[in-house]
C-alpha cells in the first residue's frame, strides 16, 4: 500500500514536470501571424475586421464604447488612438485596402472632434480631469491633444487632407507652446500632473508633423530627450518615470517607471531618437519582461520598485507580478523593437489567457475589451508608419 | 491498458474533460469577460466566469498531466512488480540452493 502511493506521487511529480514545460507549444503562435512580415497577417486581419464591425454599426459601437466609458473614459479615447494607427498601418501595407481603412479613421477622428467641441476635452478624461487645479491656464490636456495630433497625423501619412494639416499645426503650436513651459518640457494631461505616456505620444506627433509640414521642431525633440535623461529618469533602473508634476516632481501614482507607460513611450521615442528608444527598450525588457514555462508577461513595476495596483496596472497576478495592461503593451514595444523571441512569448501567453473568440470572420479576445484589441492589432500591424516617420 | 484505465488518475482526468466539455456546451465561455475589466453584470455572471476559467484551466493543465501520470504510474507499477517476482525468485533461489546444500550434507559427513 505504502509502495503503491509512493509511486502515484512519483508518476504525478513527474507527469506535471513533462507536461508543464511542454504546454506553451500549444499556444505558440505561427512566426507569419507576429507581423513582423510584409502584409497583413491572419491575426490582425481578423482582429481589424472585428473593429470594422464596431465602427459600422452604431448600435454596437455604442455598446461597446459605453461600457469602456462607464469604467474609464480614458480606454474608450485610447481604443480610438490605437485604431486609427492600426488602421494607417493596414493601409500603408496594403494599397488595396486604402479607401476602406482611410473611411474609418475619418469617421473615428470627426466622431472624437466632435465629442472634444460639444463635451469638451474632459469627456475623455477620468472624473479628476474636472478639476480647476490645471498649472497652465487655459486648462489643456496632452493626453487628448497629442492624440488626436497623433491620429490626424497618421490618417495624413496615408494620404494627406487640406483640411486636417491646419487643425494638426494649430494643434501642435499649442502642445509645445504648453511644454515649453514646463522646466522638463511637459504638459499636462490632468491638473499638474504629467504622464509619459502621453507626452512621448505628443513627440512622436510632432515628429510626424514635421515629416508631413516640412517643419522643424528637431531642436524642441532632442532638447526633450536630454531634458528626460537628466531629471525624467528613475536613477536606479534607469527607465523613465510614469507620471511627475509641471515642475518634474515624481507623483504618487506614478513615481517610479511602470509597465504601461514605458513600452508605449520605448515605441513613440522611435521616432523621436532611435538611440535613447532601444536603450529604454532594453532596460524595460531586462527590468519588466518576463518569461515562464515558455510563456512571456510583464511587470508592471520593476522588483526593486512596489507600487500600487490602480486602473492603470490592472489586476496583478500573485506571486509572479503579471500584469494585463503592461503584457499588452510589451507587445507593442517587442513588436516595435522585432524583438521575436519576446513577441511569440506574449502572443503565446494571449493565445492561452486571452481567450480568443472568432465568429464570422472576425476575431475578438474574451478576456479583453476594445483598447486591448486595439492595442494589439496596432502591434501586429506597426512598422510602416514609423518607417516613414523616421 | 486494464490497470491504465483503472487508474484513479484516468477517471480523474476524465472528470476534469467532462466538466469543462460541459461548460463549454453550456455557453460559459462568454463570460469569460468578466476579466476584460469593463463587463459588470450581475453576480452570476461573475461565478459562471469563474467557474469556466477554472474548468478551462484545469482541463489544460491538470487533465493532461493526470492522464501522463497515469501512464508513468502504470509502467511504474509492472517495474516494480518485474523487480519484485525477480528478488522472490532469487530469494526463492538461495533457500532451495541452501535446502540442497543441507540435504546432500548428511551424506557426505564422516
Redesign the interface.
Known amino acids: 500500500m505504502k509502495?503503491?502511493l509512493c509511486?502515484?506521487a512519483?508518476?504525478?511529480i513527474?507527469?506535471?514536470a513533462?507536461?508543464?514545460p511542454l504546454?506553451h507549444l500549444f499556444f505558440r503562435p505561427d512566426i507569419g501571424d507576429l507581423g513582423l512580415e510584409k502584409g497583413v497577417s491572419r491575426i490582425a486581419d481578423q482582429l481589424a475586421a472585428h473593429h470594422l464591425q464596431i465602427w459600422t454599426n452604431p448600435d454596437l459601437r455604442n455598446r461597446e464604447l459605453a461600457?469602456?466609458r462607464?469604467?474609464n473614459p480614458e480606454?474608450d479615447f485610447m481604443s480610438r488612438t490605437f485604431l486609427v494607427m492600426a488602421l494607417a498601418s493596414i493601409a500603408l501595407r496594403d494599397e488595396s485596402r486604402i479607401p476602406q481603412c482611410l473611411e474609418t479613421i475619418d469617421l473615428v477622428i470627426e466622431n472624437t472632434l466632435l465629442i472634444e467641441q460639444e463635451d469638451g476635452f474632459q469627456d475623455f478624461l477620468l472624473g479628476y480631469g474636472y478639476a480647476d487645479n490645471w498649472k497652465v491656464q487655459p486648462p489643456k490636456s496632452i493626453f487628448v491633444d497629442g492624440e488626436i495630433s497623433l491620429m490626424i497625423g497618421a490618417r495624413r501619412m496615408v494620404a494627406d487632407r487640406a483640411d486636417y494639416q491646419h487643425l494638426m499645426a494649430e494643434r501642435i503650436g499649442n502642445m509645445v507652446a504648453q511644454m515649453t513651459l514646463s522646466p522638463v518640457l511637459s504638459a499636462e494631461s490632468y491638473p499638474d500632473e504629467c504622464w509619459v505616456f502621453c507626452n512621448t505620444i505628443a513627440l512622436a506627433a510632432i515628429r510626424l508633423g514635421d515629416v508631413l509640414d516640412h517643419s522643424n521642431h528637431s531642436e524642441f525633440l532632442r532638447e526633450w530627450v536630454e531634458t528626460a535623461k537628466l531629471h525624467l529618469v528613475e536613477p536606479q533602473s534607469g527607465l523613465l518615470i510614469s507620471a511627475y508634476a509641471v515642475d518634474g516632481t515624481p507623483l504618487p501614482n506614478g513615481p517610479g517607471p511602470e509597465g504601461t507607460s514605458i513600452w508605449m513611450a520605448c515605441h513613440m521615442l522611435q521616432v523621436v531618437d532611435g538611440a535613447f528608444a532601444q536603450d529604454q527598450y532594453q532596460r524595460a525588457k531586462a527590468q519588466l519582461g518576463r518569461s515562464l514555462l515558455g510563456f512571456g508577461y510583464s511587470r508592471e513595476w520593476p522588483r526593486a520598485f512596489a507600487g500600487v495596483m490602480d486602473i492603470d496596472s490592472?489586476p496583478i497576478v500573485p506571486f509572479v507580478e503579471a500584469s494585463?495592461s503592461a503584457s499588452g503593451l510589451a507587445l507593442l514595444g517587442a513588436a516595435g523593437f522585432s524583438d521575436k523571441k519576446y513577441l511569440r512569448q506574449l502572443m503565446t501567453s494571449l493565445n492561452?489567457a486571452g481567450?480568443p473568440?472568432r465568429k464570422n470572420g472576425t476575431l475578438c479576445y474574451?478576456?479583453?475589451?476594445p483598447v486591448?484589441d486595439a492595442v494589439l492589432l496596432y502591434a501586429l500591424v506597426q512598422g510602416p508608419l514609423w518607417e516613414k516617420a523616421k | 491498458m486494464k490497470q491504465f484505465l483503472h487508474s484513479?488518475?484516468v477517471r480523474l482526468a476524465i472528470v476534469v474533460v467532462m466538466a469543462y466539455v460541459i461548460v463549454s456546451l453550456c455557453g460559459l465561455?462568454?463570460h469569460?469577460?468578466i476579466?476584460?475589466?469593463?463587463?459588470?453584470s450581475g453576480t452570476m455572471h461573475l461565478v459562471f466566469g469563474l467557474i469556466y476559467i477554472l474548468s478551462y484551466a484545469a482541463s489544460?493543465?491538470l487533465a493532461?498531466?493526470?492522464?501522463?501520470?497515469?501512464?508513468?504510474?502504470t509502467t511504474?507499477?509492472k517495474v516494480?512488480v518485474l523487480s519484485r517476482k525477480g528478488q522472490e525468485g532469487r530469494r526463492l533461489g538461495c533457500s532451495e540452493l541452501r535446502e540442497r546444500q543441507r540435504l546432500r550434507a548428511p551424506e557426505h559427513a564422516p
Do not use: C, H, K, Y
Open positions: 509502495s503503491r509511486i502515484s512519483i508518476a504525478l513527474l507527469a506535471i513533462i507536461w508543464l504546454l461600457q469602456m462607464q469604467l480606454w490592472g494585463a492561452i481567450f473568440t474574451q478576456a479583453s475589451n486591448g | 484513479g488518475f465561455r462568454e469569460v469577460s476579466l476584460s475589466g469593463v463587463d459588470e489544460l493543465v493532461p498531466a493526470l492522464f501522463l501520470a497515469a501512464i508513468i504510474e511504474l507499477s516494480n
